[in-house]
């Protein structure tokens, strides 16, 4: 697909979407689960991408922190998630709190 990166999915067979992956340009994304319950501001749906398309997507298509997060904050969020990307062309991390209703991104 244009634009697209070689990347390889850590999972399990028949995995469609991302747990863990990285792409040859140095993007990795990795996934925890979201259960702070005391955020009553956090919401989950189950139309719009799931959110395991939307993390193989970043690594499909980003190469660099910035496209990671402009991705993230335009796609059509589904559930609450923990998730970390590591980006060997920008040298850093970024964390983020991802949820239908928004997305929190923390670095180190």
């Known amino acids: 697909e244009e634009g697209s990166n070689t990347f390889a999915n850590i999972g399990y067979l028949g ?8 792409s040859k340009t140095g993007i990795s994304a990795g996934e925890k689960v979201y259960y702070d319950i005391s955020d009553a501001g956090a919401k989950k749906t189950y139309k719009g ?32 998630i923990h998730t970390g990307w590591g980006s060997a062309p920008d040298n850093s991390f970024r964390g983020a709190d991802y949820t239908k209703n928004w997305v929190k991104f923390y670095d180190d």
């Open 49 to 80: 991408q799931p959110w395991g398309w939307v993390l193989r997507d970043t690594v499909q298509f980003s190469n660099n922190l910035a496209d990671v997060e402009q991705m993230l904050n335009s796609a059509h969020r589904t559930m609450m």
């Open 15 to 22: 995995l469609i979407g991302v747990l863990t992956a990285m």
